[in-house]
């Protein structure tokens, strides 16, 4: 799978959160060889579990498919800049490279507030690529935020 | 429960996760009366989950107890500073206060690498408290790392 439809996997997942009333925002993680590991999107509403974004929960389960904490080879593609939970999980996970959307200018830890990235002192980095179908990636959440304004 | 208490049960957690091979962090969270919501300690091997810290682990056990993701009012007190995804989740979740013990030069940001608790850029910040029966909670883990060399 390349990154482009992994995209369109994640961007899925994103209207799905939004159905449910989650901020919209969808993440597959790819193996090794472009294979579709896990999916996830954020549930922190439904779960009522402030760590249940999608980057989160689609770690969790690419490591429960590999069966191993070490996402070595992976590549995380997610439709908003992670968060700097959801980026020290990336590096916590060895994950080898990430893959964004949007950027969030408010919260982003991979290269708009901070990049937890790609710091030398820590024992691991993941290599960045920022702003794969932005647009779209960010209008899923504009469009989101409207229509709760309206209500 | 007092910040010593809770301690000496992060403490207790800790020895457990050492117990299975696991890194010996150990946290609990305390409402805002001071009661004892949650446990955890770190589960990475054992549930071969990179998430699995101490902190996220407590934070997703406290935010169940409380029927929200949101952990207004609350104390994580954990025995080593918070890596970048456990600071990152104490803000998620909008914790108030982190009490911790050992500092970690090589990870820890809550003022070692990062203070990614007190950003004001950030929609949220936790108050700070370092070194809380810093001696026992370094001792646990230079224990740990020295047993498993002589192995």
């Known amino acids: ?12 997942e994103a ?4 159905a449910a009333g989650d901020v ?17 999107r954020n549930e922190r509403e439904l779960l009522g579990d402030p760590t249940a974004h999608a980057e989160v929960l689609a770690v969790r389960r690419a ?5 191993s904490w070490r996402l070595a080879g992976t590549t995380v593609v ?10 020290g999980a990336l590096v916590a996970a060895r994950v080898a490279r990430v893959v964004f959307g949007a950027p969030d200018p408010k919260a982003g830890a991979c290269g708009s507030l901070y990049n937890l990235c790609a710091d030398p002192r820590l024992n691991h980095e993941v290599s960045v ?21 309206l209500r």
Do not use: I, K, N, Y
Request: charged content about 15%; glycine content about 10%.
């Open 78 to 87: 997610v439709t908003l800049e992670p968060c700097p939970m959801c980026a």
């Open 24 to 40: 919209p925002v969808g993440a597959v993680v790819l193996g090794a060889e472009g294979q579709l590991l896990s999916r996830g």
């Open 1 to 12: 799978m390349t990154d482009d439809e992994a995209m369109a996997v994640a961007l899925e």
């Open 15 to 18: 209207a799905s959160a939004a």
């Open 63 to 67: 490591a429960s498919a590999l069966g």
């Open 129 to 149: 690529t920022a702003g794969l179908q932005a647009r779209a990636c960010g209008e899923v959440l504009t469009t989101f935020f409207a229509s709760r304004r």
